[in-house]
């Protein structure tokens, strides 16, 4: 079995300021995937950014960044110089052996002017 | 324009009644998912296939069935809503069992009175 936990069910950011939204994960798989999913108040599922658990070096999609620290079995998204845009809702998920993914309960954020 | 298409859009249904929800992708992808997401549980797989002719299930299957004659379709159908089927539904695709990022379809509300 695998498990996602958010731990941040809202979060505030200022304009132009980074924001780190935390994720940890629970996997019996040497193998897996994690990735992150924004859903904007307009309801799709718009994927950012993906890390492989044999990736060493941290994963990066333009103001996206995965601080993926495997011994912690954590997976924070980063997002730098935020914009209005970026307020939405952001998913955590794993899919590893099983190849399904299991999702987090998510993180509302919102950019503030 | 490729990608994942879902109908109705919106529905809104009595309870008993028989319901299918419509999943069409042009990708060509091999592997497609159902998910319902519900107010701070995030995304739960309903059903899976890997391929087509073959179907899977996920976390939460009770209630719904599933066929995947070509590669294309994937439809879920309710065969007796019940209220705790309300929910937003969205079906997903991926090229194939590997660790793919997964593409999401619109979805698609669905409201069981």
């Known amino acids: 079995a695998q498990k996602i936990t958010q731990t941040q069910p809202g979060m505030f950011v200022q304009e132009k300021e980074a924001v780190t939204l935390d994720c940890t994960y629970d996997?019996?798989?040497?193998?897996?995937?994690l990735f992150w999913y924004k859903q904007p108040s307009s309801g799709e599922m718009i994927f950012l950014i993906y890390?492989?658990?044999?990736?060493?070096q941290n994963a990066t999609e333009g103001r996206y960044s995965l601080n993926f620290q495997k011994a912690r079995k954590s997976a924070n998204l980063v997002i730098s110089a935020s914009q209005l845009g970026d307020s939405a809702m952001y998913f955590c998920?794993?899919?590893?052996?099983?190849?399904?993914?299991?999702f987090g309960s998510g993180t509302q954020l919102t950019v503030l002017p | 324009i490729a990608g994942i298409t879902q109908a109705p859009t919106s529905q809104i249904l009595a309870a008993g009644r028989r319901m299918t929800l419509r999943c069409t992708q042009d990708?060509?992808?091999?592997?497609m998912y159902w998910y319902r997401q519900d107010l701070g549980l995030g995304l739960r797989l309903i059903h899976y296939?890997?391929?087509?002719?073959?179907?899977g299930k996920g976390e939460v299957p009770d209630g719904y069935s599933v066929s995947r004659a070509n590669t294309d379709d994937f439809p879920l159908t309710l065969a007796s809503a019940v209220p705790s089927q309300t929910s937003v539904y969205f079906c997903?695709?991926?090229?194939?069992?590997?660790?793919?990022?997964?593409?999401f379809g619109p979805g698609t509300r669905l409201t069981v009175l």
């Open positions: 890390q492989g658990s044999y990736d060493e």
């Open positions: 990708m060509r992808h091999n592997a």
């Open positions: 998920a794993i899919r590893g052996s099983a190849r399904q993914l299991t």
């Open positions: 996997t019996s798989d040497q193998s897996y995937g």
């Open positions: 997903a695709s991926a090229p194939g069992q590997g660790l793919y990022e997964q593409f």
């Open positions: 296939s890997n391929t087509a002719g073959t179907t």
